[in-house]
């Protein structure tokens, strides 16, 4: 049984340094996280995301009835709320760590749990929108170690705390010291995040407020699409149009902040700023981009409505001479691309970029201004951010991904995909449809075949877009039996060329093979 109590006051202060050390170390790493969330230029910090995600579960009617309550105040309450919360978990793991080093770790895994989950439920989040979480983790467990050692130090045991007897004043000024420190370079930090974030702001701001006159809005052509539920939507919108980068922080440029530099094995070099683009006679034109890392089927593939200055004017005023085959592209972000010559300077509707589906482009899409070259794969071609362009030679150039080992040349495959049914999808039996899209840039698509369960190729109805740079849509129907079935597809261009049903990898070149879906058709 115990005699002694520690005397009320001094038995406050201690759990109060407790719960103060799980704080400012929470709030450390809310700091770190928000300001890693900043620099890497993602949508939001955790804190944000698990804000947006109670949005997200709440019942519509509650936020509704939130909102008519507090009016446009709702959002940063409930920021604020969330802060709240996650304080009280803070000061309470602090505690815990007077008694055990391993249930704050519990406490401080939940919530990374949670912010985790918030982050990677963000539309389009990747794995690198963890990395914030998993800093932010990283600092709190740290921390509260480094925190609560003067308070460890000064109260080996509850047993040899006798009343009246205090931490010896050395602990304690140790104690106080960090936490200082610590709050301090939290707000540093946190400040630091703000000004960081700042810059994307502003050019997001910049962008939105942009009017673009000569940019027209997308009108999808009549005959460029069919009627099928769960088709891929002929036009991708921006927002789900597939992102492919290397850089960990994309570049924010506003656009009088930039210029572009044509140079090379040229007669005259060009300087080009914002302003003297759209200055320029512009070229719209509908234009399907693909990724050579697309795996046969895959969803690294996206058509938009692209505005922009058609490359081959420019290259021709700058009097490229007659020995050049090449232009290496060079984006703000030191990201680099060999382009054949001859795709921007041939017919078809190479440019440099200022707007996608009539919205000047998204910064994430290489806004201020990026290249587009239908027929080429992206790697080789649809510099994002671009700032350079030096006409040349492919036997004196290598760009990011030739000196990986992928394909100099990189012109796309024609090939197809099924997007309906999905894989595993249970059908009712009668009669089944399906459909997908099927694509061959710059030549066009003559035919779409399916072959269903091994069976003879049957020809699907398709779309006509008005132009040979797009994709189409197809559209096929079978009867079939209840039971397991697969179906495949294949398409032939306008030169008579047959998609290859031979099986290759992505790299170095492009995949081939053709898109097989299995499903069930369901009984009745
Ligand atoms: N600056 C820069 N531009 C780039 C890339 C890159 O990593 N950095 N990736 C390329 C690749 S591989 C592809 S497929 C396309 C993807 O463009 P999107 O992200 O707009 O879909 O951009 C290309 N342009
Ligand atoms: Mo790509």
């Not at 230029?41 to 698990?50: E, I, K, M």
């Not at 998993?134 to 047993?159: D, F, H, Q, Y």
């Amino acid at each position: 049984m115990r005699t002694f109590r520690a005397a009320p006051a001094a038995s406050a202060a201690r759990w109060a340094s407790w719960s103060l050390a799980g704080v400012l170390a929470g709030g450390a790493g809310l700091a770190t996280s928000y300001f890693l969330a900043m620099a890497m230029t993602l949508r939001d910090s955790p804190v944000l995301a698990v804000a947006e995600l109670v949005i997200r579960l709440a019942p519509g009617a509650l936020v509704e009835k939130a909102i008519a309550t507090v009016g446009h105040q709702d959002k940063p309450l409930l920021v604020i709320g969330v802060l709240v919360v996650t304080g009280l978990l803070f000061a309470w793991a602090g505690r815990l760590r007077s008694r055990s080093w391993w249930q704050p770790l519990l406490v401080y895994a939940g919530l990374a749990a949670v912010g985790s989950y918030a982050v990677a439920d963000q539309r389009g989040a990747g794995f690198v929108d963890q990395v914030p979480v998993v800093v932010g983790l990283l600092t709190w467990a740290g921390l509260l170690e480094v925190l609560t050692a003067p308070l460890r130090a000064g109260a080996p045991s509850e047993e040899a705390t006798a009343p009246g007897v205090r931490a010896p004043d050395g602990s304690r000024r140790g104690f106080l010291l960090g936490g200082l420190l610590v709050a301090g370079v939290s707000v540093a930090v946190g400040l630091a995040g703000r000004v960081v974030g700042q810059g994307r702001r502003q050019v997001e701001q910049t962008r939105r407020l942009l009017r673009l006159a000569d940019v027209s809005a997308p009108v999808v052509p009549r005959r460029a699409t069919l009627d099928l539920d769960g088709l891929s939507p002929w036009e991708t919108p921006a927002d789900d149009f597939y992102l492919v980068h290397t850089a960990i922080v994309v570049p924010a440029i506003a656009p009088d902040d930039w210029t572009l530099r044509l140079h090379g094995m040229v007669d005259r070099e060009l300087e080009l700023s914002y302003r003297d683009l759209l200055a320029r006679q512009h070229t719209e034109d509908w234009i399907t981009l693909n990724c050579v890392s697309n795996p046969v089927g895959g969803p690294l593939i996206g058509n938009a409505w692209w505005s922009g200055i058609r490359l081959a004017d420019l290259l021709r005023e700058a009097g490229v001479h007659a020995d050049a085959d090449a232009v290496l592209q060079t984006s703000q972000d030191g990201w680099t691309c060999g382009t054949p010559l001859a795709a921007l300077t041939d017919d078809r509707p190479a440019m440099l970029a200022l707007a996608m589906n009539g919205r000047p482009l998204p910064i994430d899409h290489g806004f201020p201004v990026r290249t587009i070259v239908p027929g080429l794969y992206g790697y080789v071609s649809a510099c994002k951010w671009v700032v350079d362009l030096e006409v040349t030679q492919f036997s004196r150039i290598s760009a990011y991904w030739t000196q990986r080992g992928w394909s100099e040349r990189g012109p796309v495959k024609l090939s197809s995909r099924i997007d309906v049914p999905r894989e595993g999808a249970e059908v009712a039996a009668g009669t089944v449809r399906m459909g997908g899209v099927a694509w061959a840039q710059h030549v066009g698509i003559e035919s779409v075949e399916v072959a269903v369960d091994g069976g003879g190729w049957q020809r699907a109805e398709i779309s006509h877009p008005p132009t040979t740079d797009a994709w189409v849509q197809w559209v096929a129907s079978a009867r079939l039996d209840p039971g397991e079935h697969r179906v495949k597809v294949r398409c032939t261009d306008r030169h008579g060329l047959v998609q290859t049903g031979v099986e290759r990898d992505v790299l170095p070149d492009g995949a081939t093979g053709w898109h097989t879906v299995g499903f069930t058709v369901t009984g009745s």
